[in-house]
């Protein structure tokens, strides 16, 4: 079996700050806000019901990582998304998570079923 190489700290921290970018609850609205279409920040604002200093933020920090693509017409920014992986990424989590709620239940029913008798 091949022995796996050592990761350098630059590559392991890029690849964490990947992640980070997926650990903010806001992004995750704002990312599947964008899914379909590009947004204007007011209309994120508007489907986020916070303030657009803190959409802008999050926007920021996912424009700066290349998750997001900006283009400006008249006064308005309008986002969309750039790297479709960032999709993928969220499904392959939320496909893991439902599996194991399904199973949690599954021992809920069995136990419920088992207490019957």
Not at 47 to 75: D, P
Not at 76 to 102: G, P, Q, W
């Amino acid at each position: 079996m091949k022995q796996a190489q050592p990761v350098s700290q630059e590559v392991v921290q890029q690849v964490a700050e990947y992640f980070s970018i997926l650990s903010e609850p806001m992004r995750l609205r704002l990312l599947n806000l964008l899914r379909d279409d590009e947004k204007c920040v007011q209309e994120l604002v508007e489907a986020t019901q916070t303030s657009q200093a803190n959409v802008s933020k999050h926007l920021k920090v996912m424009l700066q990582a290349g998750i997001l693509s900006r283009r400006s017409e008249g006064t308005s920014a309008y986002y969309k998304v750039e790297d479709e992986l960032i999709f993928e990424l969220c499904n392959l989590v939320c496909d893991r998570l439902a599996t194991r709620i399904e199973q949690q239940a599954r021992h809920f029913r069995d136990f419920s079923l088992a207490s019957k008798e």
